[in-house]
C-alpha cells in the first residue's frame, strides 16, 4: 500500500482545491471519490455555466450557527484569487446582476481547470473507489474502499451534502464526523422551492410558468429577485434565497408589486375607474394579467369606481398584493435543492485551519460543514476558500 500524507475523500470544488493547495506544498495527496468523473456538482452549476464565484463576498452571505466562523477563510482566499486563477487559464467568464460570475462556455472549464492543475501538482486521483470506512490508525488514518486501502496522516473530508442524489450525493461525510463523535448541525434542502399547502394550490391554481419581479421575506430576511410559479409552488430566485432562511412552520410575506410603494399603488388604483373587467385589464400593468384576473375575483366586488371604494378596503386590497401570506407546506426536497443546509457543527472545526478539535488530522471542509452560502456563487467561494485553508494547514 502506497501511503500518502493526506487523502481528500471528495472531488468537488473543495476537495480539489484542497489538493491543489497541498500537493503545491509538496505533500503527497489522494484524492477518492466513488463518482466516476471529477468536479461533482461543478457541472450542473449555474445552467451548465457555472456560477464560479461573486465579486462581493461577507460572512453575511452566509447562514451557520456561528456567523463568523467562515470570516477567517473567506478574508484568506477572496473572490479576486480565484478570478485570477481563471484568468490565468485563459477561461473566458461574464458577470451578470449581483455580482455573479459565470463561464462563458461550459462549467467543464473551471473542472479541468482544477484537475490540470491538481494533478500538475502532483496529486492523485481515484475515482469510482467507494469509501467503505475511514479508521484511526497509530499512522494517522486509513480510508478503506472497494478498490483498496489508502493509508495517511492526515484526512479531508469533501464530499459535500445531500443535495442532488442522482449526482451520488451520500452521507459518508456526516457518517465519518458522528464516527470521531463531532456533532452535526439538523440538515435540510435549501435554495431550494417552495411546496404550496392545498388550500394555497387551489387559490393559484392555473399559474404555471408565470415570472414575476417579487420581493420574500422569511424571519425578517428579505429578497427582491424573480419568482416563478411552478405546478407545485413556487421557486426562481426570490424563492430559492428565501427558503435558505425558512424552517418548517415559518410563514412567507410576498409583495408581488415591489416596484411601488403601498402609498404609490393606493393612488394609482384611487385613479381607476371602471367594472372589475375594467380593472382587471388595468391592472395588467402591474403584475401578469392571470394574477391581475385572480387576486380582483378573490378580493374585489363586482362593479366598482376605485376612486370612491372606501379607504380601508382599498387598503386591504393593495395589502392583499404586497404583504401576501404564503405557509409552505414544505420545499420540493433535496432532489433539486442547490444545497444542504446544517452539517457538521463548526464548534468542532478551527476556523482557520478547517481541522476538527477533537480528531487532530481530521478536517472538513465545503459543503459538509455547517455554512451555507446565498445563490449566486457563494457556495462555491466558501468550498474555494475552505479548500485552501485546510490545504495549507496539512
Known sequence: MKSFDAVILGSGGAGLMCAITAAKRGLTVAV???????????????GGRCNFTNREVGAENFVSENAHFAKSALSRFMPADFIEMVEAHGIPYHERKHGQLFCDASAQQIIDMLVKSAREAGAELFQKHKVLAAAKTNDGFLVTTDQGEFPAKKLVVATGG????????TPVGYDIAKQFGLKIVS?????????????????LEGFSGIALDAVMTTNGVVFRENLLFTHAGFSGPVALQASLHWNPGDEVRINFIPALSREELMGWFSSRKGNKLEIK????????????ERFCDLYLPEALDMGNFPKK??????????????????TVGYGKAEVTRGGVDTSELSSKTMEARKAPGLFFIGEVVDVTGWLGGFNYQWAWASGKAAGEAL
Do not use: T, Y
Open 32 to 46: 477518492v471519490d466513488h463518482a466516476a468523473k471529477p468536479g461533482g456538482k461543478l457541472i450542473i452549476s449555474g
Open 313 to 330: 378596503d382599498l387598503a386591504a386590497f393593495c395589502e392583499k398584493l404586497q404583504d401576501w401570506p404564503f405557509l409552505p407546506q414544505g
Open 162 to 169: 445531500l443535495s442532488f442524489p442522482k449526482f451520488g450525493a
Open 187 to 203: 440538515r435540510v434542502p435549501a435554495l431550494d422551492g417552495f411546496v404550496f399547502s392545498d388550500a394555497d394550490r387551489v387559490r
Open 281 to 292: 385589464n388595468q391592472m395588467a400593468v402591474l403584475v401578469p394579467k392571470r394574477l391581475a
